[in-house]
């Protein structure tokens, strides 16, 4: 009884972070059309935003995931929580220079502090209690992630979308004095934000100096990560999380840009019921604000369906075998894709939003799948998932370079493609099990 009630209280303290890491990301996505204009950049370049992000995952999950199997999850958790904050800090500079590369190295550092919460976090959810539960534990904390990725983007419109954007072009036609205004103005809507942000995750780090955590990991495994890449099902699954997250990440950083890109903002502001619905989240006039904000309302929908699914998931995945459950939700995400690609107005964009709740379980499912069984190496092998997040750095710009090319309907072609190896996996494992 004592130790399900030290695990209890570790799950709660862990979604803490879920929630915390989820409102994040997505809030980037909101700057990536911001930075756009900005900077005038092309839809590659504007995914080169998601690279510096998700970059890190790939450079530091594997360093992370050893330091944590020396130091435990706690300190690794304290660790992650306070480069995170130095991210966060970072925006402050960035913003008063308006300089893209310091952005960058924000994003960077930012994610860094995220790859290590990451390679403590899920690993430790999953182990606290019986393995057979660890997929049902994980949608459960993953669910909170997803409430954190669904208020993101509201925030993100309401701050970070909602004011009508200068290029560089139109910046050089006002006088100095105008101009500094307009930076000035330019770099309190980026920096307030953040540095809440960072406020916050201080606090965090403070709370959990001194919160008391079950210790899970009890040896430290000398198997190296040679031997854990003879694992098929790991490697396997590791690809799973590139193209999950890589696909996940596509869609929502481009979501704003294809809704406008197909001319939503008119027709959301010439129905009443789109129209009071993006009105309800903004608490505003959409008359009054930039078509990005009145667009980007909806994303809040793309998220809000992961979290939803999630908790949905968690249940699934406790009742039925978690990787028949993960090939049918990838099912669901071809078909919504699919829809969106052939038809235009509110059904493309609903059909596409659609996807967020088939995205729901893909992680935590196929994290969970890809570990079972691991026990002492489970560190380790979060490092080499985590670092397969890298696809948010791989794909969205592969993904914009298409829409360049070819427009958003064929790009997606890219997506759907993710989307199927993801069935293949779940098939995979359904067929181990059986």
């Given at each position: 009884m004592i130790q399900k009630n030290s695990y209890n209280r570790a799950f709660i303290f862990l979604t803490s972070l879920f929630f915390l890491w989820g409102f994040i990301t997505v809030l980037v996505d909101s700057l990536v059309p911001r930075l756009k204009d900005v900077f005038t950049l092309t839809y590659?370049?504007?995914?080169?935003?998601?690279?510096?992000?998700?970059?890190?995952?790939?450079?530091?999950?594997?360093?992370?995931?050893?330091?944590?199997?020396?130091?435990?999850y706690k300190k690794g958790i304290i660790l992650g929580l306070g480069t995170m904050a130095t991210g966060c800090l970072l925006f402050y500079p960035a913003a008063s220079y308006r300089t893209f590369g310091i952005f960058m190295l924000a994003y960077f550092v930012l994610a860094g502090g995220?790859?290590?919460?990451?390679?403590?976090?899920?690993?430790?959810?999953?182990?606290?209690?019986?393995?057979?539960?660890?997929?049902?534990?994980?949608?459960?904390?993953q669910a909170f992630n997803s409430l954190g990725t669904?208020?993101?983007?509201?925030?993100?419109?309401?701050?970070?979308?909602?004011?009508?954007?200068?290029?560089?072009?139109?910046?050089?036609?006002?006088?100095?004095?105008?101009?500094q205004t307009?930076?000035?103005?330019?770099?309190?809507?980026?920096?307030?934000?953040?540095?809440?942000?960072?406020?916050?995750?201080?606090?965090?780090?403070?709370?959990?100096?001194?919160?008391?955590?079950?210790?899970?990991?009890?040896k430290t495994s000398k198997s190296g990560y040679s031997d854990l890449l003879k694992k098929k099902s790991l490697v396997l699954g590791a690809i799973g999380i590139f193209v999950y997250v890589g696909a996940e990440v596509s869609i929502g950083s481009y979501l704003v840009s294809y809704f406008l890109d197909m001319d939503l903002a008119l027709a959301i502001k010439n129905s009443s019921f789109f129209r009071n619905i993006s009105e309800t989240i903004l608490s505003n006039d959409v008359y009054k604000l930039?078509?990005?904000?009145?667009?980007?309302?909806?994303?809040?929908?793309?998220?809000?369906?992961?979290?939803?699914?999630?908790?949905?998931?968690?249940?699934?995945?406790?009742?039925?075998?978690?990787?028949?459950?993960?090939?049918?939700?990838?099912?669901?995400a071809v078909s919504m894709i699919l829809i969106s690609m052939n038809t235009t107005g509110?059904?493309?964009?609903?059909?596409?939003?659609?996807?967020?709740?088939?995205n729901s379980i893909m992680f935590p499912t196929i994290f969970s799948l890809a570990i079972g069984g691991l026990e002492e190496l489970k560190p380790q092998a979060s490092g080499i998932l985590c670092t397969m997040i890298v696809g948010g750095a791989i794909i969205p710009p592969l993904y914009g370079f298409f829409i360049d090319h070819g427009?958003?309907?064929?790009?997606?072609?890219?997506?759907?493609?993710?989307?199927?190896?993801i069935f293949f996996y779940g098939n995979y494992k359904r067929k181990q099990v059986a």
């Amino acid at each position: 009884m004592i130790q399900k009630n030290s695990y209890n209280r570790a799950f709660i303290f862990l979604t803490s972070l879920f929630f915390l890491w989820g409102f994040i990301t997505v809030l980037v996505d909101s700057l990536v059309p911001r930075l756009k204009d900005v900077f005038t950049l092309t839809y590659f370049q504007a995914g080169l935003v998601q690279f510096a992000f998700f970059g890190a995952y790939f450079v530091l999950s594997i360093p992370a995931g050893y330091i944590l199997s020396k130091i435990g999850y706690k300190k690794g958790i304290i660790l992650g929580l306070g480069t995170m904050a130095t991210g966060c800090l970072l925006f402050y500079p960035a913003a008063s220079y308006r300089t893209f590369g310091i952005f960058m190295l924000a994003y960077f550092v930012l994610a860094g502090g995220m790859t290590i919460l990451q390679v403590a976090a899920n690993p430790y959810v999953a182990v606290l209690g019986d393995e057979s539960g660890a997929s049902s534990r994980l949608n459960l904390s993953q669910a909170f992630n997803s409430l954190g990725t669904a208020i993101a983007p509201a925030i993100g419109a309401m701050f970070l979308l909602s004011d009508t954007i200068k290029t560089s072009e139109e910046i050089e036609t006002l006088t100095e004095v105008q101009k500094q205004t307009y930076l000035i103005s330019e770099a309190e809507a980026v920096q307030s934000p953040f540095l809440l942000i960072a406020g916050f995750i201080i606090v965090l780090a403070i709370i959990f100096v001194f919160v008391q955590l079950p210790k899970i990991l009890q040896k430290t495994s000398k198997s190296g990560y040679s031997d854990l890449l003879k694992k098929k099902s790991l490697v396997l699954g590791a690809i799973g999380i590139f193209v999950y997250v890589g696909a996940e990440v596509s869609i929502g950083s481009y979501l704003v840009s294809y809704f406008l890109d197909m001319d939503l903002a008119l027709a959301i502001k010439n129905s009443s019921f789109f129209r009071n619905i993006s009105e309800t989240i903004l608490s505003n006039d959409v008359y009054k604000l930039d078509n990005k904000a009145v667009v980007g309302a909806f994303v809040t929908f793309y998220w809000s369906g992961a979290m939803i699914g999630r908790f949905i998931g968690a249940y699934l995945t406790k009742i039925m075998n978690p990787a028949k459950v993960l090939g049918y939700f990838a099912i669901g995400a071809v078909s919504m894709i699919l829809i969106s690609m052939n038809t235009t107005g509110f059904i493309a964009m609903i059909s596409i939003l659609a996807v967020g709740l088939f995205n729901s379980i893909m992680f935590p499912t196929i994290f969970s799948l890809a570990i079972g069984g691991l026990e002492e190496l489970k560190p380790q092998a979060s490092g080499i998932l985590c670092t397969m997040i890298v696809g948010g750095a791989i794909i969205p710009p592969l993904y914009g370079f298409f829409i360049d090319h070819g427009g958003f309907k064929k790009a997606f072609i890219l997506i759907i493609l993710c989307y199927a190896y993801i069935f293949f996996y779940g098939n995979y494992k359904r067929k181990q099990v059986a």
